[in-house]
């Protein structure tokens, strides 16, 4: 790393709310969804409660969650992890992809309801406490991946999930692997390169 | 020179910047370590206290007139805060240039909300609520009723006697020559007897209201071996950029803080300034990280304003999040062209004779430089010896365009690329000779002649490109390959010439040396990931001997002091900005000279700069870099920036006044003379295989080379190369819309219909190479890169299957199976080549 | 009442556990109800607001739909086992492998990994106008929007069109017919079963739907017999992009050759009308025929005989014709020279 900076608008005007990404509970419900949008329905046995426990990134958190409302919406605008992106919002260009028990899915097309007992990770999630990169990232450093890098933590949520399972790919058959992501400013050539190098690493069982 | 072997998975360390520390060297750019952790923020990742979200009313038909509006059910529910409608917009400002000509706002400009939609999609009112979901409910509410007015999908159908006009005043935009002035909306109809062709597939060729020529083009034709006579036509295609436009907005203390995506973040200001009618001191701009542009960000987008106005209204911070079906609406097209070419070649395949004839479909509003440009990159890069262009900017009601990565330049060198082709097999050449034959070279000519003389560029090596690229990419050997054809495979190869605007004069670079001897460049540049905004100052801290460690970045928000630079569009950034730190480096040293003098005695020569010092030249002292900034503020004046050089612009004199005081403050203006227009060239090559069974294709192999003048970063400059040609094989494979004429709306709203590449349409290695000559009338000899390699990325696909298929099988892109199998099973191009929107 | 889309509207949400206790509350609520599954189909529905249910029923709590069995004879698939499961599990690579073919090639890996077998054989049309909201006669209006003069129909249908004009997208489809599999449903009345092939129906029993599901219905497996285990395969899919894309057609064969020459054979085509066609005539017309070029090309004409294009989708007689001629007769693979 240089000793560039990065912009610091956040921290410049405390107006700004910077994203929360550790705190225990639900952060900034003032612009969550109001209580009143629940249907008179008479509940049956199998109704599920609106406040949840989700394990994010090996939190538990507990939050307040619309029947309606996908794990994007979740993640982004409950919890602050707003590095899970939504490019379309229809399960057709994987910038919202996450782990769920190690599987790859797009959280746009996902209710969150649904992963109540299971375990997210989110891009967030991937570093060591310590600010080590995954052995992924660090093949994006490596190589200079990406380049507008909206689609990037969905490549890499789908580059982890697959190497989990095929830890030597061919370049082809990474391809395939994240072949569920779109790339807008087609940097496809070196992504690939970038993965394939992630993926060295995560062999060498070392990500510097 | 190629960054990449051909079937290597890692990239190997090209051997470009001999000599130099930093040009041409990779490195890990500042905003990558927050991209990859997930912590850069993009414009809808912000969040402010009391934050509202608003959502959009679009209009439902092509053309329409806003009769009536009830809001009050929508107001009256709990949670709706405020409504938006065009009422609420400020009046369109005029501009002025930086000469203080005023230029007056156009009545037909698009000003974020209407009253008179004159496109499905476009946005009639806004609603902003506690959350999203109240916002939609709010909308479902809302009584409105339109009065549906004539419209037109297709811009031929509007030039037809009688037909419809799109805009109640014309159907097309006609620039006045004498005197010049801004483009106006004019009525422009054919006759019956120039669409007598149209039946047949051949552009009805009417009158236009631009035309221009240079040489003799009758005994061109009369003098060819071969005259060839074609039409073709090119899709019109949504950026879809990865971030939709989506804004967000408050105001504090009198002051409106608008975040959102741009291409161009200093430049972003004084027009959103405009829209909103506002003195740009009391607009604030936002944008660290950018999702995607190709031209449809260059000054990010005037939907912003839509939260900015609703904020004020409402009294809180307003999300806008648009969605893709609202992005696929508003997020601007590429111009599709419809094209006619008459070439005549000579018995060597010399281009003698061009007759260029393009109709654009420009969308409802602003006049796109597609057209004018078109003929200008044709001339250039095909060099024909006389030629004539006509072009007509038909207006239509279909979603607004803006530049697209190679604006005008893929539609030319797509029309005419696949006539050269089939010229080459009519001829019997070579398909690399022709091209050779016909390339630029050097200070290349170009029209549209100025005062009769023909312009000319400042230099061209496309010819070294394309003999390295037919060497890499083995192109005899591949020609030369038998059999042709194996089961139901075929294959076949092609080539293409591809060239671009690569750069503009005239910018100001501004750096701040501070007390702990570290560098700080301020970069007006937007973030979009080319990495330009970070690469064009790497040329400075080279010329000053600074190790990178020891430099910062400051990008992303307005009120961070830039300077006066260009916009990020037309691949300029690199040439112009290069240009700029390579002014203020000189600017620098020779103040960090004055400065050790003054201290140190002696005259400025006698020193120089290196190593993160001033020093005596051949030895001695001097002043590190710490002590010199702190000498500068000590002198203060032009050292420390309480006084600043006359000739920079007066942005750059602002940010330079307020950054007096913190070391030394040093600004320039790039006041180096360049002899000609400045272009980057690529020559492009592909392979593919066709299944003729199916009419399925892949491509097997591709290859771009490019001329580009010297390589500054090298990484990012592969990216570009194949990222660009990508976009432009995006056209040859599959990109397009699909309107139903009849109510006049697009049915091809989502990705899957739509069509934007995927990973695995692309071959899984594909390969990229460039000159690094540098190109001799800029300081640091590097052009522009992103858009050069748009049209030949298509073009060279669309040549591969000519070869493989023979000359008639389409007559328009994107070449989809079904025009393959179509064509081939009747033995003639099967697809009407001017039915719009297929 | 202005239209917005991309906001999805509120909704109860039930979680079943037991497909019994789904099965009830379905019959409970009628066509208030929609099944959420992957869900990979019914979000858009959702998301653009143009089905509002007042309840959606989430299957994927109900572990005893989940997952592939061995039975008796053959395998038994949950109906919410999603494609991945199927395009790795180890008894239908080795036996069905057709069938993992099919899944392999649907949309996109996440796609997969989410969307079920259930799912994916119940999907409805992609008709760009049905899905877009247009009044159509799949929607309950009474017209068809792109068999109309100005209509672009280049996805529709070239067979058995009535009234509409849309297709089965379907890549499931036509390779659970080829393997004869049936459908289990949980119904209001009980268990019924039926052949795949009876579960997808055209415009003219129910324009409004693909398949024989009613509301109040529970789809919870699919049933493959080993009759056709092991047999010759042949699957392919064609698409415009490698990824996502919908089937503009696709094929499924299985097929017993004895002696050199064919003894049984099952084929189905799909997105060439409302559902997938099993082709009983090009079965008839190749049993004891030589599994080769002459025989295929032969069948590939006897498919498309009562195929009527549309204005934008001729091209689907010749690419079905050329696909049921590879199917029965195979295709060369090219190696080229380096």
Redesign the interface.
Known sequence: MTGEKSPTAVSRRTFIKGVIAGGAAVASANYLFRASTLLGQTPVAAVSERLIAITVNGQQRRVDVMKQETLAWTLRYKLGLTGTKLGCDRAECGSCTVLVDDVPHYSCSMLTHTVRNKKILTVEGLAAADGTLHPVQQGIIDEQGFQCAFCMSGFIMSAVGFLKANPNPTRAELAHGVSGNLCRCQDYDKILTSLMRGAENMRRGTSV | MSSKAAGSNNSIEPQYGKGQKLIGKNYVTADLHAKVTGQAKYAEDFRAEGMLFCKLLLSPLPHARVRHIDTSAALAMPGVKAILTADDLPAPADSVTDNGAVVKASKWGERGLTMEPVYQGEPVLAVAAVDELTAADAIEKIQIDFEPLPFVIDPLETLRPGGPNPRTDGNVWVTPQTPPGPPEVKELKWTEADFSEYKDGRLPMGKTPNEWSHGDLDAGFKNAALVLDETFVTPDTSHETLETRSAMAYWQNGKVYVHSGTQSTWQTLPVLARWLNMDPSKVVFISEYTGGGFGSKVTGGVSMIIPALLSKKANAPVMMRISREEETFIGRARPGFRGRMKVGFSREGRIIALDMFVVSDNGPYDAQGDVPTSGRIASLLYQPQAMRWRGVTVLTNTPPRSAQSSPGGLQAIVIIEPIIAKAARKLGLDQVAIRRINCPEGKAPFGPPVQDKLQYATSAFLKEALDRGAEQFKWKERVARTPKRIGSKVRGVGVSLSCYVGGTIGFDGLLVIGPDGRIRFQSGIGNLGTESMIDVHRVAAEILGVPWERCDVVWGDTSKNFPYTCVSGGSQTTHAMTRAAHAVAMETKKRLQEIAARSLGGNPEDYDVGNERVFRKGGGQGLTLAQAAQKAIEFGGIYDGHEAAKDINKVTQAAVAALAGQGLVAAARDNYGRDGSTFSYVASFAEVEVDVETGKYNIVDFLAYADVGTVIHPRALGGQVLGRSILGIGHAIGQKWVFDPHYGEMVSKRFYQNKPPTILDLPVDMQWGALDIPDPETPVGARGIGEPPVGGGCASILNALSDALGDEIFQRAPVNLDTILTSLEAGRPMQHPLTAHI | ?????????????????SAA?AQK?LE?NGSDALI?AG??DS??W??D?IKRP???V?L??IDELKGVRTVADGIEIGAMTTL?EIVNNETIKQKYGLLAQAAELV?????R??GTIGGNVSQDARC??YR?GWPCYRAGGNIC?AD?P???N?EHAILLADRCVAVNPSDSAPALIALDAKVVMRTPKGERVVDAEDYFIGPEIDITRLHILQPGDLLTAIRIPATWANTKFYFEK?R???????P?LNIASAMVVSGGTIERIRIAVNAVAARPLRLKAVEDAVRGKAPNAETGVMAGKLAVRWAVPLQ????KI??MR??V??AIGG???????A
């Open positions: 009442m202005a239209v917005i889309r991309d906001v999805m509207p509120a909704f109860e949400l039930v979680q079943p556990t206790e509350i409970q959420l869900g990979m979000f858009d959702l998301k607001r007042k309840i959606v989430d994927s709590g991945t949309a996109s890996p996440q796609i990994n989410q760009w106008y877009a929007y109309d100005d209509g672009r280049r064609i415009d992009r490698n990824v996502w894309d919908f503009l934008f989708n001729g091209y010749p690419l050329n696909l001629k590879r295709v060369e693979e090219a190696v080229w020279a």
